[in-house]
Each structure stands twice: as structure tokens, then as C-alpha cells.
């Protein structure tokens, strides 16, 4: 089956500093791949995708390349604000009996100090 | 921007009574889909709904579950029977087709449920 492990959280940085948050994957067919954010208090929100092999997907400063050789879609922010500090999401998404459900995985906080 | 809205933001229920959770989509989307998160752990796909229809189920959505668009706008969720293990972050979506690449689905800020 599907899966998408994600390095544990919190991450805390200070506010400039460079993010990683590593995310791997495993998969049966040839998913798409993304990157939700949910903010306090909110849903969650698509902030990224890659649909095949060596794309990069990239919005709000944050970038991800979809890496099939390695199954890894890691997150990268060269230089994050306070205003970034959220729980981030990876998933997969293929399509299994014709629908397109996501796979998510645990979450990565990330807490940004000023 | 269009959202989805959820309601209530907080609900919290004894064991064994009936809870309805409600979201209203965004109005031109046609499929909708309930996902839930336990505190600490991933989100987890529940169901999809279209055309009136459960379109497909996960193994979390048994038969104490059941969903309904009771009219044009809102689509509900109800767990008949709660349970402890029932306390999650239930959270709604929506998309405008079904959920394709470039077809994001849109999240609602989610209830959370407290079952004592």
C-alpha cells in the first residue's frame, strides 16, 4: 500500500534560517505528490504539488522536487518568517480504483522564532 | 475566495449519543469528502461523496458512519453510536471535479470532537 513518512517534529528556528523537512514515500503506482500547511486554528491548504519525476513545485518561497530515484519529496525554505510556523503536510496521491484520495503523512510542526 | 465552512468548531458529546457534523462546500463543487485526524497522528481519508453518493470508503467509515447532503448546500456527517476512539479532528472538503492533480481539494477548518 501507500505510505509517507515525515521527519518528526517541532522544528524551532529562528526567523532567516533555512528549512528542510523531509519527506519519503512509498508507493504502488506513480503518484503525484504534494504539500498541505495548516495554519493555527485552520483546515488544511495545498501549498505545493509535483505530478512526475524531477518537477519541482514551489509557492511562498517553498520548493520540492519530486526525487523518484530516492522516493523523497523534501521541503525547503531558504529563509523562513514567523509567519510560516504551521504543521506541514506531505502526501501522495495515485489512483487506485480511479479516484484520487490522498495519502498523508504525520505532520511536521514548525515553529519560527523572531 | 470561496471556503468551506464547518460547523460547529468545537462539539463535545457523551459516549454512545449521536453526533451530526456539518460543512457547507464551496457552491460549484461536486465532490466532497470527510477526513479525520487524531490528535498526534496523520489525516485520514474517511469517505467520498458523489452525485449523491458514497463514491468510495475507507475501513474507518463503518457502519456507525454515515453521510448525507440534505440539500443543496450542506453535507453532514454523522457517527451514530460515539465512541472514546471517536475523538478527532474531522475535517471536510471539497473539489471541484474529482480530486485530480490539478484539482486540489479545498479543506474546511474542521470540528473538533471530544467525546467524554
Known amino acids: 500500500g501507500n505510505s509517507v513518512t515525515q521527519m518528526e517534529g517541532p522544528v524551532t528556528l529562528s526567523e532567516e534560517a533555512f528549512l528542510t523537512i523531509n519527506c519519503t514515500y512509498t508507493a504502488t503506482g506513480y503518484p503525484s505528490l504534494f504539500w498541505y500547511v495548516q495554519y493555527p486554528g485552520e483546515g488544511l491548504q495545498l501549498l505545493l504539488k509535483?505530478?512526475?519525476?524531477?518537477d519541482k513545485g514551489s509557492n511562498k518561497g517553498f520548493e520540492a522536487t519530486y526525487r523518484k530515484e530516492t522516493t523523497s519529496f523534501h521541503l525547503e525554505k531558504g529563509s523562513v518568517q514567523v509567519s510560516d510556523s504551521a504543521v506541514y503536510f506531505c502526501?501522495?496521491?495515485?489512483?487506485?480504483?480511479?479516484?484520487?484520495?490522498?495519502?498523508f503523512g504525520r505532520g511536521t510542526s514548525l515553529i519560527v522564532h523572531p | 475566495e470561496p471556503e468551506v465552512t464547518q460547523t460547529p468548531s468545537h462539539q463535545v458529546t457523551q459516549m454512545g449519543q449521536e453526533v451530526i457534523l456539518r460543512c457547507v462546500p464551496i457552491s460549484n463543487h461536486l465532490y466532497f469528502y470527510w477526513y479525520r485526524q487524531i490528535l498526534g497522528q496523520k489525516v485520514e481519508f474517511l469517505v467520498s461523496?458523489?452525485?449523491?453518493?458514497?463514491?468510495?470508503k475507507s475501513e474507518i467509515f463503518d457502519d456507525q458512519f454515515s453521510v448525507e447532503r440534505p440539500d443543496g448546500s450542506n453535507f453532514t456527517l454523522k457517527i451514530r453510536s460515539t465512541k472514546l476512539e471517536d475523538s478527532a479532528m474531522y475535517f471536510c472538503a471539497s473539489s471541484e471535479r474529482s480530486g485530480g492533480v490539478n484539482q486540489p481539494q479545498h479543506f474546511g477548518d474542521g470540528t473538533r470532537l471530544s467525546i467524554l
Open positions: 509535483a505530478t512526475k519525476a524531477d
Open positions: 502526501a501522495l496521491s495515485d489512483r487506485p480504483g480511479g479516484s484520487y484520495i490522498p495519502t
Open positions: 461523496f458523489y452525485n449523491n453518493e458514497i463514491s468510495e
